[in-house]
């Protein structure tokens, strides 16, 4: 069910969001069909998978006036990417389910992404997630890619869009440059 919009503040996270945080995306793992993610987490795969395993920009929050989590939005260079650019990934708790969570988030995200001089924002969706894709095209992202046929743990395939988002500003100092994805 999607509710009204309601008031919420986008704050970085801290440590004791994480169980909380690692919840959330359980939940949408275990309703399937959006995230690439198949295996819900402990709270230590969590902070492996989203802040270990490449260097964590930012992970921002969206709570209600009551102190619940509403959205998370982690921002990472990623060896894969060009060091300017960030990964990026989304997660709005599913129940209840509320609107203008994501876009809250990514106002914030996109003005960090500015003020840390980054030239693009990659995201990687799950071909068949009508509202990943929907949403990330509204924030400005479009589609660059599709990789056909990527094989998931539990055995199927699905296709990878990857969608990127040119951060405003001016870019023009020297890169390293590598091998987008
Ligand atoms: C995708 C996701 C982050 C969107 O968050 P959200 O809080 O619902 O987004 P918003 O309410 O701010 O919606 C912004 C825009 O996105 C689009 N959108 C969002 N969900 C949509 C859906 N289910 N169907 C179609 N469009 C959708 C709409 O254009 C919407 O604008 P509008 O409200 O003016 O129509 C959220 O649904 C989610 O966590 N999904 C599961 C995980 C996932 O797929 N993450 C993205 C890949 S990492």
Not at 42 to 60: A, E, P, Y
Not at 88 to 100: D, E, K
Not at 105 to 123: I, V, W
Request: glycine letters at 8%.
């Amino acid at each position: 069910m999607r509710k009204d919009r309601i008031e919420h503040a986008i704050r970085p996270y801290r440590s004791e969001d994480l169980p909380e945080l690692c919840d959330l995306v359980n939940e949408i793992i275990r309703i399937g069909g959006t995230t690439l993610l198949e295996t819900p987490f402990t709270v230590s795969g969590f902070v492996d998978h989203f802040f270990n395993q490449q260097i964590m920009i930012s992970c921002l929050v969206a709570e209600d006036e009551g102190g619940q989590i509403l959205g998370f939005q982690v921002l990472s260079y990623h060896e894969q990417l060009p060091d300017d650019w960030a990964d990026i990934s989304t997660f709005v708790r599913a129940s209840p389910r509320l609107t203008g969570v994501g876009t809250a988030l990514f106002a914030e995200t996109a003005a960090l992404a500015e003020r840390y001089d980054l030239a693009m924002l990659s995201a990687i969706v799950r071909a068949g997630n009508v509202g990943g894709l929907a949403y990330y095209e509204k924030m400005g992202f479009v589609p660059r890619k599709i990789e056909k046929d990527v094989p998931l743990a539990s055995g199927g395939r699905c296709d990878r869009v990857f969608m990127q988002y040119a951060v405003p500003g001016d870019h023009n100092r020297p890169r390293v440059i590598r091998e987008t994805i």
